[in-house]
Each structure stands twice: as C-alpha cells, then as structure tokens.
C-alpha cells in the first residue's frame, strides 16, 4: 500500500501544482493578452506589428552623409550643385579665375559684371569696384553643406558666389580671400 500511497500523493502534488499554474497563467498572462490586444486595437496592425527591414532602411538613409573630395573650382560649383552631396572637403587650395570668359566655360554657372561700392582704406574714399557675380543656374538646392578643409584656402579674388536661396554653406577649417570688402 506504501506503493500505491505515494502514487496518490505525486498525483495530487502533480494536480495542485498543475491548478497553480493554471491560475497563475490566467492571473499573469491574460491581463498581458488583454493589454496587447488593447494596444493592437488603438495603433492598428500596422504600427503594432513591426517591420525591422523598412525602418532599418530609413535608417540607413537618414545616416547616411554624401560626400566628394574636391581639388578645383570647377569642382567646388558642381558639388555645391548637386543637391545629394552634404559635405565638401577640399583637398588643396582653390583659385577662381578672375576673367568672365575663363568663368563662363562653366555651364553650370551664370557670371555678370557688377558695380559695387567699398571703401577704400589708403585713399580713405568710396570706390567703385567692378566685381564677378556667379550664379548657379540649377534651383531648388535648399540644403546645409559642409565646406572642410584642413586648413586649405578658397581664393575667390573678384568673384562673389550668389547662391540659390536655401542653401547654406558652413566652413570648417578653410579660409576665404577676398580681393574687396564692402
């Protein structure tokens, strides 16, 4: 009987421990089912169901800067043109052409002659100075563009660089010369 005795007590301790569980799962579980279902309910399938791939892409893209090593001026107009790129580094010094024909090969480029007033400090007068306005031809650049440079230079010399509106130019370690001032 000692046999049979401990089979009937296993199986209970077996049966309590199984009713245990059972309740705790529904203590425990079922609530955790409800919240989710609730959440499901308001967000929708879309937002509660996730899709790593997609947003890991976006990801991806938004991290992700565009950059181009530059050595020419030519060079500088194209990437400053080209609404991908986000960075610039310049790789040597940067020398405009100060004539309008050697400006005017570019065909990304518009380039008039313009008038202006500065003060000139040895006469201690206003003159007029004739300067080159460049403008690019492309639109809609809007942007913020890293311009960096380890310690390199841009020498715009007569020219001045009418950007389109929007686009921004920060420089880090590069220095503008320029033949005026106004």
Known sequence: MNDSSRKNRRKEKQHVEQNRSCQLLKIVLLPLFLLLAVIFLIYGRDKFLFDTSKKQEDLLI????????????????????N????????????????????????????????????????LKKEQKQTILKVSLIKRNLSRKVLVSGEQQSINLGNVELDLPKGVELEFKEVTLIRSYHY
Do not use: C, G, M
């Not at 991908?84 to 020398?95: A, C, P, Q």
């Open 62 to 81: 938004v991290k992700e800067k565009k950059y181009v090593d530059i050595y020419s001026w030519e060079e500088l107009v194209a990437a400053i043109s």
């Open 83 to 122: 609404k991908e790129l986000t960075e610039i580094n310049l790789k040597r010094d940067i020398k405009f052409p100060q004539s309008q024909n050697k400006l005017a090969l570019n065909q990304l480029i518009k380039v008039r002659e313009e008038k202006i007033f500065r003060y000139d400090d040895t």
